[in-house]
């Protein structure tokens, strides 16, 4: 059901009358049909931070995130370390409780009585503290113990947990309660405090019940880096609603940690700001790997007792400039779907979730708000939301106590129907009210997905361990089997699609669908493909006889060939990169030869090191080819760039291994050293026609002994501006993005890489010089495999537009700068891991032919 168009005229028609000039929200509520932009960026396109974050991004990588103990009881009443003040936390101009001032409460709350613990989960990648809180009645070991036998049983054999008649009685339903993940949309860890107070304290025999009956988990701040320096990412720069498919980030691992452990029956995110307060579910297109006619029953029910909460808080535009409640599937035609995996409530299903919600409070207080308003009208707007987001919060738990038996019912028949195997379900028409053809979208489920190191054995186990991970089954052959036709070697991974959490497996590994004819607008990526951009090989198959182990962890792969003389090291895995990089910090002797680095064989032993710490195969170099000796191809040095680029590439690039010092516009004029700098890359903050003339000069003369690398729009820019390559950038949609089909025709980048790419905002060449060898293009057939991709309203910058054109280039200028250009999304939001190994042979190469030889 959508609202009828008088309906909708007459709401957005009421006069806002404001007591005092800024006392209610100068945003006009969002049309209802296209999903807010105006909280931040959609793709982590913003300029890196200068400031070095070498050392954080070395902590983030090895912090482990706390799981849930099953053999203590409750109340735990741990005692948390607490955290210097901070007086510059963003929090308190707000009003709101500052991240130093949490744990403090916390401990206050645990000595409340006998219903609240809390626990440290993990840290940010900032190094501040994660915390959960646990809400239920006192619970004995035994209890607690007996609790997770049926959790384990509803996941592990949930044909029989459904035939138990006494299980759904004695199980504690799980409820998580997600806050303050975008650091600037602060006020549901507010609310979580406010709410978990007055489940501690209340006498009421109905909160009593539900605490006999449930277990609340609140993740009380989910971005305490984003929360105290007041911006959206964490402190790497990552959109943590972004992350939980590729988990790059630890507060994201600290939070899938928690849905693997808890197994929450429903769960809501709690965000800011859309006027009136926004309640998924979501428009379409839906998630095809969901058991969706379970879910929207759910989602839809708990959406609507939480519109029923928030509107009768009593909040009203005329007096507060709060809008009514929208619900998007119900109010919306798109703009705001639940297609992509990569967000909170899209995750959480996979791991049992029947019901889960994003929920966006009203009033705006970041932003351009936040530094221009009043703090006594801030903090008037903050009170709003907290009240507006602990209504929420209240709602979804009476919502699970009363729909207790039905919820876990329900995700026993997820779990169920994956460990059956059977056929995704179609949803029934009005299903709910409303519920269209618009609104049906399904997916084909193979017999099981082989992965195998075809490829790259590093890549391989990599996947392997990401699935684990997640909770996701493998197993590994025993013998070589045949599927469908094809012969697979002793030691190949199977994943068997008869299993609880089919759909994240699935979701993970299959090559998605082009949904371009089915809708216009989407809120974020509409393609991803762990099968298609890890770098592994990976095989859907309809039939499955295989004699095979279950695995906790993938098996090791690094090797050093017993043949005396010199080593090979072929760049085609992220592992391998790390790896080259370790060598060439111990200052090892490495050549540089058609994407492969040689070792000397009196590197032995630094080869070996790097093989078992990075699971990294090298091989015997050739005695024919360039690898034919030790001084084969061009001496290799540690490559030194100067960075232009966005967040996420600025993680990758130092996750790599690389040493990378960020620049900008603002950073060259202010005069920068450019004796340090083998390669500049820029993607993001850097443009040549705003350098002053003696950073232009400097760069200039940079440009006579050094290599470039460009990413997008940005980079395109900067390539025409400084006079590199003779190449025109052509421009598809701007939100076009994806899985593409690619041709590698060689060179020093394209040659070994994978046949699939990801863009987003794609771009290709043309008019190219003769300077310039194309290193990958788009396929004719295509280009999309799965994502979203029309052409502008004109009929330009569709897909058939990029057919066979250049994605990718490079050349030497005519001052001798070694030069890429990528049109594509090589190390978007850390996600495209087969690709990483591109952008790496660009860095090598255009050191190892420029200025970075001469030091050898």
Known sequence: MRLPPALLAALLAIPVLVPHAVSAD????????????????????????????????????????????HDRGYPRRTRLPVPPANPADASIKLGLVPHHDIAPRLNDLQQLGDRVSAQVIGRSYGGRDLYLVTVTTP??????????????????????????????????????????????????????????????????????????????????????????????????????????????????????QIMIDAQPVAMIDLHGYVNGTL??????????????????????ANGLGMESAVNGLGYTPEKDGVYPAQIPFRDSAEGWDDWPPIFTPQYAPFHGAVAAHTVEIPLRVNGSDYTQLPVEELRRRSAINTDVAAAAIRATYAFVRDRHDRLITDQIEVFRR???????????????????????????????????????????????DHLIANDVRVERARHAFRADGRTYPAGSYVVDMRQPKRGLANVMLE????????????????????????????????????????????????????????????VADAKDVLALNDLLAQGTAVTWADGAAIVPASARPAARAVADRYGVAFTTASTTG???????GVPLAPVRIAAAVSADELFTLRELGFAVTPVSTAVLNAGYDWSGTDVLFVSSGLSYTALNPAARAALDAFLATGGVITRGGTG?????????????????????????????TGGQ???????????????????????VTVEQSYAAEGPLVSGHWRPNADGTGGQDAARGQAAVVSGRDERGAAVVLFGTEPMFRNHPKGLFPQVARALYWASSVTGAAVRR
């Not at 395109?716 to 690619?742: H, I, K, P, S, Y």
């Open 26 to 69: 100068p945003v006009a509520p969002p049309a209802p049909a296209v999903r807010d932009f105006g909280n931040g960026p959609e793709r982590n396109e913003v300029a890196a931070d200068a400031p070095e974050r070498a050392e954080a991004l070395k902590a983030a990588q090895t912090e482990q995130p706390g799981t849930l103990s």
């Open 139 to 256: 619970e004995s070991a035994a209890e607690v113990r007996e609790q997770e036998r049926i959790r384990e049983r509803i996941e592990n054999d949930p044909a029989a947990a459904a035939r138990d008649r006494k299980l759904v009685k004695k199980y504690k339903a799980p409820l998580f309660v997600n806050a303050n993940i975008h650091g600037n949309e602060w006020e549901g860890t507010d609310a979580a405090l406010r709410v978990i107070e007055e489940l501690a304290t209340s006498k009421d025999p109905g909160i009593a019940d539900l605490l006999a009956r449930t277990r609340l988990y609140f993740n009380i701040t989910a971005n305490p880096d984003g929360r105290v320096n007041g911006v959206r990412q964490n402190g790497a720069g990552f959109d943590l609603n972004r992350d939980f498919v590729t988990a790059s980030q630890p507060e994201g691992r600290a939070m899938r």
């Open 279 to 300: 309640i998924e579910p979501t428009t379409p297109p839906h998630g095809a790997n969901y058991e969706y006619d379970l879910f929207i029953q759910n989602t839809y």
């Open 418 to 464: 994956g460990s059956a195997g059977e056929p995704s379900r179609a949803v029934p028409l009005g299903i709910v009210p409303g519920f269209g053809p618009e609104d049906v979208y399904d997916t084909t489920f193979p017999r099981a997905y082989v992965i195998t190191g075809r490829r790259s054995e590093a890549a391989a186990a990599r996947l392997v």
């Open 511 to 570: 090559a998605g669908a082009d949904i371009s004819p089915r809708v216009d607008a989407m809120y974020d990526i509409s393609g991803w493909s762990h099968g298609l951009l890890w770098g592994a090989g990976v095989d859907g198959v309809s039939s499955l006889r295989v004699q095979a182990d279950p695995v906790k962890a993938a098996a090791p792969t690094g090797s050093v060939p017993r043949t005396p003389g010199a080593l090979a090291l072929k």
């Open 626 to 632: 360039t690898a034919a000796s030790t001084t084969a």
């Open 716 to 744: 395109a820019a900067f390539n025409a501006a400084a006079g590199l390559l003779t190449a025109t950038a052509v421009a598809g949609r701007g939100d076009a993005n994806g899985v593409v089909r690619v041709l590698s």
């Open 749 to 771: 980048v394209g040659a070994g890489s994978p046949d699939h790419s990801f863009v987003y905002s794609p771009r290709w060449f043309t008019g190219l010089g003769p300077e």
